[in-house]
């Protein structure tokens, strides 16, 4: 970058540009204020109070459990927490013009990667051999992080940091006025994004708060954001020189209070410091493990969106995809809805021909009822949908499927396997390394129970051929592929778990075969 090149964004950043501070009509610090609290409500959409109201869509796009979305949260959160300090020391690099601009860009491009969470993460599956529940963790743990980096951490900061600059001895005053607009900002936060999701739905949602509170906050910060008076020829507190000098005359002089600088060792080193630390950690842990589930609990407590809650989930007539958008109104006569498309328009379309699409457990039961179906196999784990279903299609005057519940096969953890989870394996999977006589022994022997997890079933017999049993080649041939494989090796670590199985589901075949016949 050549001296002109930095000489034209320096004049950008010029406290004079593009107005003078100083030619208010009143102290430009009342205007600091205005603009800092603008700044510390934009750090919403990074603030427990605004992350958990997405939570719900973030369960949908990711697949990921509560508990686990939990722990992503707290893991964007500690390691936001660690990258404060410096973020602290660019702030007193750069000042706070430069960082409330850098803070908005950064709050709007994690906005930018909320929304398209689900295209993000659809697309790096495609691409990697890693399981969908990692990728899905990663990204939103890091998603999180620099939501609650740029939002709560440095937006917050800079803003309070602005105000320390301009105010002194009316500290207390500003502080004051300011938590009063924060406050009640943070507290209605719910609701009003709440009634935003609902006329908007959440990815307009997303985007909207990106204009406002981020790139809307950048630029109002390099618009009205000034480092401190004296750049702009003013004193602290609006005061002028003489009476400065007159009040420094006068220790006696309620005004003659100003705040005594503590070396940062010297803090550290201070009892005091760190029993106000703890309440305010402690405090801060319970505020924010409740307001992060706080539109699970209200749903819990039956406080959900039942007032525009339907069953019919749209399909674009445009793109094609499932909209997760409110139903505005329901004409049961005419077999129409009319819902509110992501672009605001007001859209009317039948229920019928592939216009819409049911939610799932009643699309289920629709199934049944449409399709006559007389019998439905199900997981164990979707126990409270089959019994849901089945009152849904009763009361469509259907008769529910006769049920059959199954287990099958855990992980080596003992846990379910799933698709979200990513520990599971195809059945082409399986039947590359074994054959279909293991497969049918290991699904219909005992379909109500889990069945050991093959890992263990491998580690056992890799056991007893390390103890000096005798083996034959065959058994040679399992020990050996039941080493250790290469790092990311899967066809050679499918190899271990499966050739142990199969001559051992066949030989435990052939004596039940054998003992039906005798």
């Not at 743990?141 to 301009?166: H, N, P």
């Not at 099958?408 to 698709?419: A, P, T, V, Y």
């Not at 109500?448 to 056991?463: D, E």
Request: proline fraction near 5%; charge should be positive; hydrophobic fraction near 45%.
């Amino acid at each position: 970058m050549n001296s002109f090149q930095k000489e034209g964004l320096n004049k950008f950043l010029k406290p004079g540009f593009p107005f003078e501070p100083k030619k208010f009509p009143f102290f430009y610090g009342w205007w600091i204020l205005v603009i800092a609290t603008f700044g510390m409500l934009a750090s919403i959409p990074g603030q427990t109070i605004g992350v958990g109201v997405f939570t719900e869509h973030l369960l949908h796009v990711s697949n990921l459990s509560r508990l686990d979305l939990s722990i992503a949260y707290m893991l964007g959160t500690v390691g936001s927490s660690l990258l404060i300090p410096y973020g602290g020391k660019l702030l007193d690099l750069w000042g706070s013009r430069i960082m409330i601009i850098f803070a908005g860009l950064g709050l709007a491009f994690a906005l930018f990667l909320l929304k398209n969470t689900e295209g993000l993460l659809t697309f790096l599956n495609q691409l990697s051999w890693i399981s969908p529940f990692l990728v899905s963790f990663v990204i939103l743990s890091v998603i999180f992080l620099l939501l609650r980096q740029f939002g709560q951490g440095l937006m917050t900061m800079v803003s309070r940091f602005a105000l320390s600059k301009w105010f002194d001895r009316r500290r207390g005053l500003v502080t004051g006025i300011n938590g009063v607009f924060v406050s009640f900002g943070f507290s209605s936060a719910p609701l009003f994004l709440n009634m935003l999701i609902m006329e908007q739905g959440y990815l307009v949602s997303i985007v909207i708060l990106g204009i406002i509170c981020g790139l809307g906050t950048a630029f109002l910060g390099w618009l009205f954001f000034r480092d401190q008076p004296e750049d702009c020829g003013m004193e602290m507190d609006g005061l002028s020189t003489q009476k400065l000098e007159d009040i420094n005359s006068n220790p006696g002089s309620p005004q003659n209070t100003t705040a005594k600088d503590f070396p940062l060792e010297e803090v550290r080193r201070s009892f005091t410091f760190w029993i106000f630390t703890l309440g305010m950690a402690s405090s801060s842990l319970i505020i924010t493990g409740f307001t992060f589930h706080i539109a699970s609990i209200g749903e819990i407590a039956g406080l959900d969106r039942s007032a525009i809650y339907s069953i019919f989930l749209p399909i674009s007539p445009k793109t094609g995809r499932v909209l997760q958008v409110p139903v505005v109104k329901t004409d049961a006569d005419a077999g129409t809805i009319v819902y509110r498309d992501e672009d605001g328009s007001m859209v009317e379309t039948p229920v019928t021909g592939g216009n819409v699409k049911l939610q799932w457990k009643a699309d289920w039961a629709g199934r049944w009822f449409a399709l006559d179906v007389d019998y439905e196999m199900a997981g164990k784990d979707l126990i409270p949908s089959v019994q849901l279903s089945s009152r849904i299609c009763r009361i469509l005057d259907g008769t529910p499927p006769e049920s059959f519940i199954y287990e099958l096969f855990l992980d080596e953890n003992g846990e379910k396997i799933s698709k979200s989870r990513g520990n599971g394996l195809t059945i082409e999977e399986w039947l590359r390394y074994a054959s279909p006589q293991s497969l049918a022994h290991y699904m219909f022997q005992s379909p109500r129970k889990a069945t050991t997890p093959a890992s263990a079933k491998a580690a056992r017999i890799a056991a007893r051929l390390d103890h000096g049993r005798p083996a034959d080649p065959a058994g040679a041939r399992r020990h050996e592929a039941l080493q250790a494989p290469e790092p990311g090796a899967r066809d050679r670590d499918l190899r271990g778990l499966l050739l142990p199985l199969q001559p051992q589901a066949l030989r435990h075949g052939l004596r039940r075969r054998r003992g039906r016949r005798a």
